[in-house]
């Protein structure tokens, strides 16, 4: 089982995997995530890097090699364990149909409203959340209908910062937002991932800028890692 607490290394040690027996998907991945680093995976479309993503949070096992946290492979994690170390943003925060305090507290019951609250401090959204009609009350439409995809991006944060995990993927979850939502989901974002380790997939190279260290994927391969600056001046734009 995971250790308690999860300190956050993530480990791909000779990672290979195919949807399909014929058709690898990742070939040969090394990666050594350490425990509060932001580690960016960027690449194009088909180059396998949310791939990486589902197989660190075992939505898919590897068809070979192992991914680990802190020295376990998640084949001998409990579930449990896993829904306690690992939260997973997506591009389209998902929300469902019941009040927002609903939402926000799906992965800890427990919480009380004063912990929300706390959370939504941190990520400076509380004066977001207290401007709506019924604060907390506020109904949620089925996905989030009410809610822009910058607004649902924000309560997925917020939801993720509540069940204080140890490592948080991030799976191109700025990528379809508008530059003034945008520049609200990153500041969110710093107070999430601070402390945290946390494997963001993006797109783009610029996408990575805050990223301690930026590993490039292409067809399923490790091309080349260093820091963004180090790659900027490396790599054709």
């Given at each position: 089982d995971l250790p308690d607490p999860v300190e956050g290394a993530v480990a791909f040690d000779d990672v290979g995997f195919a949807y399909e027996s014929d058709v690898?998907?990742?070939?040969?991945?090394?990666?050594?995530?350490?425990?509060?680093?932001?580690?960016?995976?960027?690449?194009?479309?088909?180059?396998?890097?949310?791939?990486?993503?589902?197989?660190?949070?075992?939505?898919?096992?590897?068809?070979?090699?192992?991914?680990?946290?802190?020295?376990?492979?998640?084949?001998?994690?409990t579930e449990a364990s896993r829904v306690d170390a690992l939260a997973l943003i997506p591009q389209d925060g998902f929300l469902f149909a019941g009040t927002l305090r609903d939402n926000l507290k799906y992965a800890r019951p427990d919480a009380s409203d004063d912990d929300v609250w706390r959370v939504l401090d941190a990520m400076g959204i509380a004066d977001w959340v207290r401007s709506l009609p019924d604060q907390l009350e506020t109904e949620v439409r089925e996905r989030g209908g009410r809610f822009s995809s910058g607004e649902r991006q924000l309560v997925a944060l917020a939801?993720?910062?509540?069940?204080?995990?140890?490592?948080?993927?991030?799976?191109?979850?700025?990528?379809?937002?508008?530059?003034?939502?945008e520049v609200n989901v990153e500041r969110a974002l710093g107070a999430l991932l601070d402390g945290r380790t946390s494997i963001v997939i993006a797109h783009r190279l610029r996408s990575a800028e805050r990223a301690d260290r930026v590993v490039m994927v292409d067809r399923g391969r490790i091309i080349a890692r260093g820091t963004h600056e180090e790659l900027l001046h490396s790599t054709p734009q």
């Amino acid at each position: 089982d995971l250790p308690d607490p999860v300190e956050g290394a993530v480990a791909f040690d000779d990672v290979g995997f195919a949807y399909e027996s014929d058709v690898p998907v990742l070939t040969d991945v090394d990666l050594a995530v350490m425990p509060g680093e932001r580690v960016a995976i960027v690449g194009e479309t088909g180059s396998g890097k949310s791939t990486m993503a589902k197989l660190a949070m075992r939505f898919y096992d590897p068809t070979e090699g192992t991914v680990s946290i802190d020295d376990v492979d998640l084949r001998d994690a409990t579930e449990a364990s896993r829904v306690d170390a690992l939260a997973l943003i997506p591009q389209d925060g998902f929300l469902f149909a019941g009040t927002l305090r609903d939402n926000l507290k799906y992965a800890r019951p427990d919480a009380s409203d004063d912990d929300v609250w706390r959370v939504l401090d941190a990520m400076g959204i509380a004066d977001w959340v207290r401007s709506l009609p019924d604060q907390l009350e506020t109904e949620v439409r089925e996905r989030g209908g009410r809610f822009s995809s910058g607004e649902r991006q924000l309560v997925a944060l917020a939801r993720a910062f509540l069940a204080d995990p140890a490592v948080i993927v991030l799976d191109e979850a700025t990528s379809n937002l508008d530059p003034e939502t945008e520049v609200n989901v990153e500041r969110a974002l710093g107070a999430l991932l601070d402390g945290r380790t946390s494997i963001v997939i993006a797109h783009r190279l610029r996408s990575a800028e805050r990223a301690d260290r930026v590993v490039m994927v292409d067809r399923g391969r490790i091309i080349a890692r260093g820091t963004h600056e180090e790659l900027l001046h490396s790599t054709p734009q």
